[in-house]
C-alpha cells in the first residue's frame, strides 16, 4: 500500500525564519513520483516541484529547497527567509508509476507567517 | 482560458438532490482526475480518465457517484441523492500525458448538502 504522512499539522514562524515541512512516503515500488503542492486560502492547488525515484539529487528554486532521501523515505521541503505570502496549507503526494498516475496526498502543514 | 476550470464554483443542494459539477481540463491534456477533499483533509482520489476512456473509478465511494468524458475534454461528476457526507471540495485536475506528469487543478467546487 502507499501512504503519505505529514506528521506537522500546524507550523507558525516569525517572517524571516526558515522553516521545514517534513514528508515521509510508503512504497513497496521502485518506480515513483513525489510531489509538493502549495493551497493558499483561495483554494487552488499550485504546483511546485516533482521527483522521480531515481533522482535524489536535491534542489534549490529561490527561497524553496527540498531534500529527498530514499534511506528514510523522506522528501522534505524547506523554505529559507519565510514571507508572509508564503502562509498556505502544503501538501506532499505520491504516484506509483503505472498505476494510473493517480496522486495520493497527505494530510497537510498549514504554515502560517507572522509580520 | 489557460488553467482549469470548474463550474459551479459553489453548490448547495438538498440532501437527496442530484448535482452536476463540470471541468473544463487544459486544451490539449489527455489526462483527467477528479478528487474530494474534505474540510482539513488532504485532497482524495476518486476517477480518473484517459481521453474518453475511464480507466480507473476505484476512489468513487458509492454508486451514486458517476462520472464521464464523452468526448475526451469536458468531464461532468454527477452525484445522485446528495447526503450530507457528501459535502466537500470536489477538485479536478489534468495533466498532458501520463507518466508522472504534473497535475493542474481547477479552483474546486464546493458542495454543500443540507
Known amino acids: 500500500a502507499q501512504k503519505v504522512t505529514q506528521a506537522q499539522t500546524e507550523i507558525s514562524v516569525v517572517e524571516k525564519e526558515d522553516v521545514t515541512l517534513d514528508c515521509v512516503y510508503e512504497t513497496r515500488d521502485t518506480t515513483y513520483y513525489l510531489f509538493w503542492y502549495k493551497q493558499p486560502p483561495s483554494g487552488e492547488l499550485v504546483f511546485l516541484i516533482r521527483r522521480n525515484s531515481f533522482d535524489e539529487q536535491n534542489e534549490i528554486s529561490g527561497r524553496y529547497s527540498w531534500n529527498f532521501q530514499k534511506s528514510t523515505s523522506s522528501f522534505n521541503f524547506t523554505i529559507t527567509a519565510s514571507q508572509v505570502v508564503d502562509s498556505a496549507v502544503y501538501f506532499c503526494a505520491l504516484s506509483i508509476k503505472h498505476n494510473t498516475d493517480k496522486l495520493i496526498f497527505g494530510t497537510g502543514t498549514r504554515l502560517q507567517v507572522f509580520p | 482560458g489557460a488553467g482549469v476550470s470548474q463550474s459551479p464554483r459553489y453548490k448547495v443542494a438538498k440532501r437527496g438532490q442530484d448535482v452536476a459539477l463540470r471541468c473544463d481540463p487544459i486544451?490539449?491534456?489527455?489526462?483527467l482526475f477528479w478528487y474530494q477533499q474534505a474540510l482539513g483533509q488532504g485532497p482524495e482520489f476518486l476517477t480518473y480518465?484517459?481521453?474518453?476512456?475511464?480507466?480507473?473509478k476505484s476512489g468513487l465511494p458509492s454508486d451514486r457517484f458517476f462520472a464521464e468524458r464523452p468526448e475526451g475534454s469536458v468531464s461532468t461528476l454527477k452525484i445522485q441523492r446528495t447526503q450530507q457526507e457528501d459535502s466537500a471540495v470536489y477538485l479536478c485536475a489534468s495533466s498532458f500525458i501520463r507518466g508522472g506528469d504534473e497535475q493542474f487543478f481547477g479552483p474546486g467546487t464546493r458542495l454543500t448538502v443540507l
Open positions: 480518465f484517459q481521453n474518453e476512456a475511464q480507466l480507473d
Open positions: 486544451s490539449g491534456h489527455v489526462s
